[in-house]
């Protein structure tokens, strides 16, 4: 039987959505969670770019001062027995620790090997960002440079994402959950966006 990712009423449930939701808040404070690349060691590596994104930098049309909408994306050949992706914009601090979650989508279905500009593929789903919307939206503060990292999980036949989970929490749990619900293969870009004044 599959493992299902969801909100659930069980105390052993409850006690990691404790346990996650201070993972967040240490993150929010700068001095938590690492950056997605540096807690990566034990997943298969999978390449995931975006034709878009030149030079590190997010163009406006990607962002809230633009369509605000996701980049193309596209990445590498996923494991064998990969269930399905999950894409996620994470937001981090200058010191690269997480600070938000800015998109988080799932049930992607494995033959696919990317995305269209703005395009919730066929059977996907957004799962709440760290505002409780279910959108992609890169809007730092006027005057303020932020980094961003775009990331690519690979779910095995053993996890199913429930759209019951919000995207926090399931970013947790796929990087660094329990090992039954850790993501094998994981992929990985980071941008930054400027907003003027």
């Given at each position: 039987?599959?493992?299902?990712?969801?909100?659930?009423?069980?105390?052993?449930?409850?006690?990691?959505?404790?346990?996650?939701?201070?993972?967040?808040?240490?993150?929010?404070?700068?001095?938590?969670?690492?950056?997605?690349?540096?807690?990566?060691?034990?997943?298969?590596?999978?390449?995931?770019?975006?034709?878009a994104i030149v030079g590190g930098r997010i163009p406006a049309r990607y962002t809230c001062d633009g369509a605000n909408i996701a980049p193309p994306i596209k990445w590498g050949t996923l494991p064998t027995g990969t269930n399905e992706v999950a894409?996620?914009?994470?937001?981090?601090?200058?010191?690269?620790?997480?600070?938000?979650?800015?998109?988080?989508?799932?049930?992607?279905?494995?033959?696919?090997?990317?995305?269209?500009?703005?395009?919730?593929?066929?059977?996907?789903?957004?799962?709440?960002?760290?505002?409780?919307?279910?959108?992609?939206?890169?809007?730092?503060?006027?005057?303020?440079?932020?980094?961003?990292?775009?990331?690519?999980?690979?779910?095995?036949?053993?996890?199913?994402?429930?759209?019951?989970?919000?995207?926090?929490?399931?970013?947790?749990?796929?990087?660094?959950?329990?090992?039954?619900?850790?993501?094998?293969?994981?992929?990985?870009?980071?941008?930054?966006?400027?907003?003027?004044?």
């Open positions: 039987m599959r493992r299902q990712l969801q909100a659930v009423s069980s105390a052993a449930s409850i006690s990691r959505i404790v346990l996650l939701l201070a993972i967040v808040l240490s993150g929010c404070g700068g001095s938590g969670t690492s950056s997605p690349a540096a807690s990566a060691e034990k997943q298969t590596f999978v390449p995931l770019a975006s034709a894409l996620f914009v994470i937001g981090l601090t200058p010191s690269h620790t997480l600070s938000s979650i800015e998109w988080a989508m799932a049930g992607i279905k494995p033959e696919l090997h990317g995305i269209a500009a703005g395009q919730l593929p066929s059977g996907a789903f957004l799962e709440e960002a760290s505002d409780g919307k279910r959108q992609y939206s890169i809007c730092p503060p006027k005057g303020q440079t932020k980094l961003y990292e775009f990331v690519l999980f690979a779910l095995p036949p053993t996890v199913r994402v429930s759209g019951e989970i919000n995207g926090v929490n399931l970013y947790h749990n796929l990087a660094e959950g329990p090992p039954e619900d850790r993501a094998p293969a994981r992929g990985a870009f980071s941008a930054t966006y400027s907003r003027r004044r």
